[in-house]
């Protein structure tokens, strides 16, 4: 079965400290997308990266890192400095190749505080 | 990337009456979904828009109530029929591009029904 695990519910920092997000994912296909999507109060979802499951190489995109390993099967977020323009829900989603359909984890809500 | 509008951006629905969102897409997509989001929770398929054919339902969703259309690569609608309190959520369209390239998403449809 196909799965995504976000176990952290909901997260409280202050700005300017880092913070990561985890995602475990589940699956036995060997080729799959993994994406981190941002939903901000607004509702709409803020499309972040897409990995696909042959590049293991780490990226990064300004403040935010990504830290994909499939030997834990985990693709983490980390938000350097973060601001509270941060402040959203995060969903973790797992793209089978061979579907097209993205199952989504059941998201992080970061509050970053002044 | 390509650009998704949802109309309406939210309603207040009656009970017993049914609501059909529109999708927009400013270009030519290979796949558009319909994804429900429920108060505080997650993401979840409802079924899968083809082309000139009838929509593929994910395991929950019947095509009575979420009757799907889509007449050509830019342009979908999920009709919500014989509302209920219970249908109160986010629904959100999705479309992928040529290729499985990044999975776009409108800014939703907030429905309430009363």
């Known amino acids: 079965a196909q799965k995504v695990t976000q176990a952290q519910t909901e997260i409280s920092v202050v700005e300017k400290e880092d913070v990561t997000l985890d995602c475990v994912y589940e699956?036995?296909?060997?080729?799959?997308?993994l994406f981190w999507y941002k939903q901000p109060p607004s509702g709409e979802l803020v499309f972040l990266i897409r990995r696909n499951s042959f590049d293991e190489q780490n990226e990064i995109s300004g403040r935010y890192s990504w830290n994909f390993q499939k030997s834990t099967s985990s693709f983490n977020f980390t938000i350097t400095a973060s601001q509270v323009v941060d402040s959203a829900v995060y969903f973790c989603a797992l793209d089978l190749y061979n579907t097209d359909k993205l199952i989504f984890g059941t998201g992080t809500r970061l509050q970053v505080f002044p | 990337s390509a650009v998704i509008s949802q109309k309406p951006s939210r309603d207040i629905c009656q009970r017993g009456t049914s609501l059909t969102i529109q999708c927009q897409v400013d270009s030519q997509v290979t796949m558009m979904f319909w994804y429900r989001q429920q108060p505080g929770q997650s993401l979840t398929l409802i079924a899968t828009?083809?082309?000139?054919?009838?929509?593929?339902?994910e395991s929950g969703f019947v095509i009575d109530k979420f009757p799907i259309s889509r007449p050509n690569l830019t342009f979908s609608t999920l009709t919500v029929s014989n509302m209920s309190p219970e249908d109160s959520s986010i629904y959100l369209c999705?479309?992928?591009?040529?290729?499985?390239?990044?999975?776009?998403f409108g800014q939703g449809t907030r429905l309430t029904v009363v």
């Open positions: 699956t036995r296909d060997t080729t799959y997308y």
């Open positions: 999705s479309a992928e591009e040529d290729g499985g390239a990044e999975a776009f």
């Open positions: 828009a083809n082309q000139g054919s009838e929509a593929t339902y």
